[in-house]
């Protein structure tokens, strides 16, 4: 594992898609925003000779170079795929955003991944949202390695970061989270600081020095050996106890010595398993990609110790009527069963999806079957269509390599798939299957948007189409009760990157306006009304007149009419008019505009004339009755109410529950969970909520998440009722 010697392919191994399953490795990078991830996958594609000196790809561009945002922005805002080749092995690095707004991206590369490098920095720790993530892959036993960054920092310490990832990942089990190697360091320079110039494998005890800028192999100086003797021991103790070789742990506790070669089997048996997660030390940028220490032991572990797609199974498939179907994991020959884990939009080339296939082979020029279900609720329609796909190719940085066909196990890009969206899957036209989609994080910041002129009007519809295409992390609504278009994000950073991305990709200008909640109205107590229609102006005239009593009802409850009429006063054909107009005028509000609800309206008498009533001058009169009725009344607003449930670690409890009271919510309870977490249940008015995503991961160090769902309509409180009428006047 990384003690081997190793082989850099040319250009056309690079190009050529791998020829079996077990010849591929996808490994997604994990981190927070700063740890180095995409510095590190420059580094290995360096080292892997998949770019040259300055780090850049053959054809023109750096690996990193792929959207205009990222550079703008300075951080990574989008799952990119870096294909490299190490001893035969074709390696798809899945570099994913480490904000937190961008977890959706996270969230496509844990799914198209088989194993995960998660990426700490020495001089930063490891951050509660990160903890997340290495929980959320136990969960599902995804295999982990650990890669230490910013060895270079002046305050770097690789041993304390070693005994921070065993606390922060190793649970109950520390012995699991342990180092291969030990960094060395160089004389001290003006600051005081040592730098790493190398790296000594605990396991073979061979040094590897990188001080000339090229990995050189020596066997240490003897004086060095007591000094990695006890890391050494604690090691091979993690391996053999978490290979479960019982052979090799009765040689271990009879004194008998372990050849290195079987413990590095054991060692590769065990990260497969998802039981063992080795700590490497990385220094790509410590002058530069050129440098890349512990690359190539990076690299080794990859090739030799992450599980292969075979390995690590399939999701559960169905065909589209529901019905399971047992699929040989990553077979070739098999059923074709692919899904897109990523949609994008290039000027030049349309829609491009990013594809990783489960089973089967995909060709070029090929019919499949598109389906997508499951995500209504976000403004995607379910469909089922048949497509012909474009070119197939491998992405590296802007460029796009074609190849012919593409097989189980491994991902690439599709070109002019117009239907396919983010998590859909693409199956044989005559056989259509389904894959369970992954979990997808719901967005929880509204952000309300207008055409900012005639010809953005025309094409926004189409432009938000697309951009929830590409993002199922975005949930689409158009609210039918304040007429307003929302784009539900994750974050504001989210909310940012999707309207720049209207603006460069689409054309499409828009406005950002304060978002409103659906507001009601109610009567605070009972009240009579009077509605008159009377007109005569030649011909027929319009005569009607219509008296009503109004009642406030529980929560809930609707609009109720009740007919009291007695003695045909307002004659029977007459009285389901009166009743259209008053719901009708109810949907249009009574004092603020808002809908009125939770009534009783009790028509008890009326006028008719024989030639002049009609339908629509008794609909009038009733409009008008109602809203008699509330002049003289006390009309209060009803704002909706959440339940809200919010995921926190136990040591931020107090903060949040304090926070939501001061939200004017009422905490129901909490209840213990796994991980030191507690959830707290509460209800909370929506107006109060409407940035909670953006304040909880403020108020939380980012380690809380929070679900909600409408629950009710009530009263809102006199003041917080009048300020926003005066909101409504000054708008």
């Known amino acids: 594992m990384g003690d081997k010697a190793h082989t850099h392919p040319g250009a056309a191994g690079r190009a050529r898609a791998a020829d079996r399953p077990t010849s591929v490795r996808n490994v997604v990078l994990v981190g927070p925003s700063g740890s180095g991830k995409t510095t590190l996958v420059e580094a290995l594609a360096l080292t892997a000779g998949a770019v040259n000196r300055a780090g850049r790809v053959e054809d023109g561009g750096t690996v990193s170079d792929y959207d205009a945002i990222e550079h703008r922005q300075q951080r990574s805002v989008q799952l990119s795929l870096v294909p490299v080749e190490w001893d035969g092995i074709k390696i798809n690095l899945l570099d994913t955003p480490g904000y937190a707004d961008f977890v959706g991206e996270l969230r496509a590369g844990l799914r198209a991944a088989d194993a995960a490098l998660f990426v700490v920095s020495a001089s930063d720790g490891v951050d509660g949202s990160t903890r997340m993530v290495w929980d959320e892959c136990a969960a599902v036993g995804m295999p982990r390695a650990i890669v230490v960054t910013h060895l270079e920092a002046a305050r770097a310490d690789f041993t304390e970061m070693t005994r921070v990832c065993a606390e922060a990942f190793g649970g109950d089990d520390p012995d699991a989270v342990l180092p291969l190697y030990l960094p060395l360091h160089g004389p001290e320079g003006p600051d005081g600081h040592a730098p790493v110039t190398g790296l000594i494998g605990l396991l073979t005890q061979k040094l590897f020095d990188y001080s000339s800028g090229e990995r050189e192999e020596h066997e240490p100086d003897p004086g060095r050996l007591p000094l990695i003797e006890e890391a050494r021991a604690r090691l091979i103790e993690g391996i053999i106890a978490e290979s479960e070789d019982e052979t090799l742990m009765d040689r271990y506790l009879g004194g008998e010595p372990c050849d290195v070669e079987t413990l590095i089997e054991d060692l590769e048996k065990a990260v497969a398993r998802g039981a063992f997660f080795p700590v490497l030390a990385a220094a790509p940028a410590a002058e530069g990609a050129r440098r890349g220490l512990g690359t190539v032991e990076l690299l080794g572990l990859i090739t030799g110790g992450f599980p292969t797609p075979p390995e690590h199974g399939t999701p559960r498939v169905t065909s589209i009527d529901g019905t399971p179907r047992e699929l040989d994991p990553c077979d070739p020959d098999a059923p074709l069963v692919a899904e897109v884990v990523k949609t994008s939009s290039d000027p030049y080339v349309g829609r491009i999806s990013l594809v990783r296939l ?329 107006i109060e909520i409407g940035r909670y995503s953006v304040d909880l991961r403020a108020l939380s160090h980012g380690t809380a998440r929070f679900s909600r769902r409408y629950v009710r309509h009530e009263p809102m409180p006199a003041q917080v009722a009048e300020r926003v009428r005066e909101e409504a006047v000054g708008s």
């Open 358 to 686: 489960f089973s089967g082979t995909l060709r070029a020029d090929q019919t499949v079957h598109v389906s997508g279900h499951g995500l209504a609720d976000r403004g995607h329609e379910d469909h089922d269509v048949d497509e012909r796909i474009g070119a197939l190719s491998t992405p590296f940085g802007k460029q796009q390599r074609p190849v012919s066909h593409v097989i189980a196990g491994d991902l690439a890009c599709v070109a002019k798939l117009g239907r396919a969206e983010t998590g859909d899957t693409l199956s044989a036209k005559d056989d259509p299957l389904l894959m369970e989609p992954w979990e997808m994080p719901d967005p929880l910041l509204p952000l309300a948007i207008r055409a900012h002129s005639k010809p953005d009007e025309d094409k926004l519809s189409q432009g938000l189409a697309r951009l929830v295409a590409e993002d199922p992390t975005m949930r689409l609504e158009h609210n039918q009760d304040t007429h307003q278009v929302v784009l539900w994000c994750l974050g504001e950073a989210h909310a940012d990157v999707a309207l720049e991305r209207l603006r460069s990709r689409y054309g499409v200008q828009v406005d950002v306006v304060a978002h409103r909640v659906p507001l009601r109205e109610t009567f605070g107590a009972k009240a009579s009304g009077r509605g008159r229609h009377v007109k005569q102006s030649g011909g027929h005239g319009q005569f009607a007149i219509c008296e009503i009593d109004v009642e406030p009802l529980p929560g809930g409850s609707g609009i109720e009419f009740v007919d009291r009429v007695v003695g045909g006063a307002v004659p029977r054909q007459f009285i389901p008019s009166v009743e259209k107009g008053v719901r009708a005028q109810a949907a249009k509000g009574v004092a603020a505009g808002h809908p009125l609800i939770d009534v009783r309206v009790t028509l008890r008498d009326g006028k008719a004339h024989s030639v002049d009533s009609s339908d629509a001058a008794f609909q009038t009169a009733g409009a008008l009755a109602l809203r008699e009725a509330a002049a003289d009344a006390r009309i209060n607003l009803l704002e909706p109410v959440a339940a809200v449930s919010v995921l926190v670690g136990d040591d931020y409890v107090g903060p949040v529950m304090s926070d939501l009271s001061g939200r004017r919510g009422r905490v129901l309870g909490t209840e213990q969970s796994a991980g030191g977490r507690t959830l707290v249940r509460a209800e909370v008015p929506e």
